[in-house]
């Protein structure tokens, strides 16, 4: 083989395949997305959120003075290009800063608030790619702006609890903490400089870095050499400030009132810098290394970092794929039924008569199918049953000539001869007439 075949194989090859930790949905995955997006619309209609779409791509700076310059996010995981006209853009590697933009370019602060917002959409984070982490995947999330109400934290978490109870979910842990205001926060941040300075080279590599310029991050450190440094170590509960310490009583007792069942981890820090106050994950453990389902906080100070009045909020965000794993671990079968109303099956003098009554079914709201490719009544048989009709409507010669087409039951095989222009109304009367797609 020549040099110049094998490049192109090696292009081939390429073309083939999505880009490494990127994944398709496809078709037969699909309606189980579908399903699990249908029951969140209807969670946050109930909740009050409305749907927002904002841009795959955002001006870097809104991520970098947003999340934070020295998170690991914007330090090595974010995709950040330059357009044609030299500005650097990013690939969103989360919802919570765009819709902070949003909400400032359009002055939604100027209306009654809270304003409580939703989105379902791709996010992409350059990681390093194993079973449940992605560098393209999907997010749902919703932000509550405009309110320091401690009953929107709970609902933050009762959003994503309530959409895991309909899926019968139910081994999994929240864990909760307050990670204070900057006021308290500081305070804690300068004790645990002075507590582990002096046994930082016992640190992680990760962690020597961020004791000076994130304290707090150290302490979230799985590693053992950290876990080890940080024993006897004081909790940031002892540092609340009393409108944190309150604030966080609260949040508490309206989970209590929910009967959402919670930990208290004082380690939980979260990777973002806009947190304030409250900061949540939901565990699901069997899903090993990357078990958070879902994670958010309160963040209280983000819109006037980025140029806004001084406005409270709160958001949460759950990984789709995630989610997903966990129900396929669980063995959860989605109640859906991949199945149409009709096929028409017809032989070819009859082409013309199916594709008509084909269309016709369709405008009148049945899912209709037929076959398009020449194939024999009895292939056409075997492709409804494969389809999982309802009902075969059969179009031989003689149906033909006769004018009346054979309307067959597939579930019992009974049939029934039926005018042409009477097929529409016949199936109305059917009791079993239309294939249940979601069968709840
Ligand atoms: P996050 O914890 O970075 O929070 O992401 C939320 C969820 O997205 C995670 O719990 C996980 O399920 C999923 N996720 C994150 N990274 C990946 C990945 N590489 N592959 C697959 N799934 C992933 C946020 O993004 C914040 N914006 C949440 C928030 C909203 N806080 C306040 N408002």
């Not at 699909?30 to 779409?53: D, H, N, P, T, V």
Request: glycine share 8%.
């Amino acid at each position: 083989m020549n040099r110049q075949t094998c490049q192109e194989e090696d292009v081939l090859d390429l073309l083939a395949k999505t880009p490494r930790g990127t994944t398709d949905i496809l078709p037969s995955a699909s309606l189980l997305w579908q399903y699990i997006e249908g029951q969140l619309a209807e969670i946050f209609r109930l909740f009050g959120y409305k749907e927002i779409r904002t841009p795959i791509f955002e001006e870097t700076e809104l991520f970098e003075r947003g999340i934070g310059e020295a998170t690991d996010i914007v330090e090595k995981e974010m995709y950040t290009f330059a357009d044609r006209a030299g500005r650097s853009l990013t690939l969103r590697p989360e919802g919570t800063a765009p819709v902070v933009r949003a909400y400032l370019q359009h002055k939604l602060y100027g209306e009654p608030q809270p304003i409580k917002v939703y989105y379902v959409g791709p996010m992409f984070r350059y990681e390093r790619p194993q079973a449940g982490r992605s560098r393209q995947f999907h997010q749902y999330g919703a932000e509550a702006l405009g309110t320091q109400d401690p009953a929107t934290d709970a609902e933050m978490i009762a959003i994503p609890m309530e959409l895991y109870r309909r899926l019968g979910l139910e081994e999994l842990q929240v864990e909760l903490n307050s990670i204070g205001c900057p006021l308290c926060r500081d305070e804690y941040r300068k004790y645990l400089i002075e507590a582990l300075g002096p046994k930082a080279d016992e640190l992680c590599g990760d962690c020597q870095r961020r004791l000076s310029r994130n304290p707090l991050r150290v302490l979230d450190c799985k590693s053992e050499s950290c876990n080890a440094v940080k024993v006897g170590l004081k909790s940031i509960h002892d540092f609340l400030c009393r409108e944190c310490h309150d604030h966080f009583e609260q949040v508490k007792a309206y989970l209590d009132l929910l009967q959402v069942p919670y930990a208290i981890n004082p380690k939980l820090v979260r990777g973002f810098d806009y947190y304030t106050k409250t900061v949540f994950e939901i565990l699901y453990h069997d899903l090993g290394a990357q078990s958070a389902i879902a994670g958010g906080g309160r963040y209280d100070g983000l819109v006037e970092e980025c140029g806004g009045p001084a406005t409270a909020a709160v958001g949460f965000a759950a990984g789709m794929e995630r989610l997903i794993l966990t129900l396929e671990d669980k063995g959860w079968r989605p109640p859906i039924a991949d199945c149409i109303d009709v096929f028409v099956a017809g032989s070819k003098e009859a082409r013309t008569t199916v594709v008509d009554t084909v269309f016709r079914l369709r405008a009148l709201g049945w899912s209709a199918e037929m076959d398009y490719s020449d194939r024999s009544l009895r292939a056409q048989m075997k492709s409804a049953n494969r389809l999982n009709a309802t009902w075969t409507v059969i179009i031989g010669e003689e149906e033909l000539a006769n004018r009346q087409a054979l309307v067959r039951h597939m579930a019992d095989g009974q049939q029934e001869a039926v005018p042409f222009d009477a097929i529409h109304d016949w199936l109305l009367q059917q009791i079993d007439n239309s294939c249940q797609g979601v069968k709840e």
